[in-house]
């Protein structure tokens, strides 16, 4: 059973950049696809970033493109998000998630493709 455990956010201003960390407690880390997705209040969750396990294939939507890096330690068991240029619709909870069940090239892009999940850690952005 694979724990995770996001920590880095808080309260920035917009414009500002925060990194996001998601430790993994156990399991054999390089073999899972990881992702990051955040939910605000009342609404669904969605996909922020994924990478595979070959780190070869990376995805993000056009919301966070080109302002949201995600990037992967397997020495460190951990995931991290590098987010710029943050904006107030950047509010929201944001959680990490693991799975061993995606292909070394792939990293699904939808909640229902991810066994594991973090607690969540809030990301407030003041205008």
């Known amino acids: 059973q694979v724990q995770l455990v996001e920590s880095g956010g808080g309260l920035v201003q917009a414009g500002g950049s925060l990194r996001l960390s998601c430790a993994a407690s156990a399991g054999t880390f390089s073999s899972y696809a990881l992702a990051w997705f955040r939910q605000a209040p009342g609404k669904e969750r969605n996909i922020l970033a994924t990478i595979s396990r070959s780190e070869s294939s990376r995805y993000y939507p056009d919301s966070v493109k080109g302002r949201f890096t995600i990037s992967r330690d397997n020495d460190k068991n951990t995931v991290y998000l590098q987010m710029n240029s943050l904006k107030p619709e950047d509010t929201a909870t944001y959680y990490c998630?693991?799975?061993?069940?995606?292909?070394?090239?792939?990293?699904?892009?939808?909640?229902?493709?991810?066994?594991?999940w973090g607690q969540g850690t809030q990301v407030t952005v003041s205008s």
């Open positions: 998630a693991a799975t061993p069940r995606a292909t070394y090239y792939y990293a699904p892009t939808v909640p229902s493709g991810y066994d594991y």
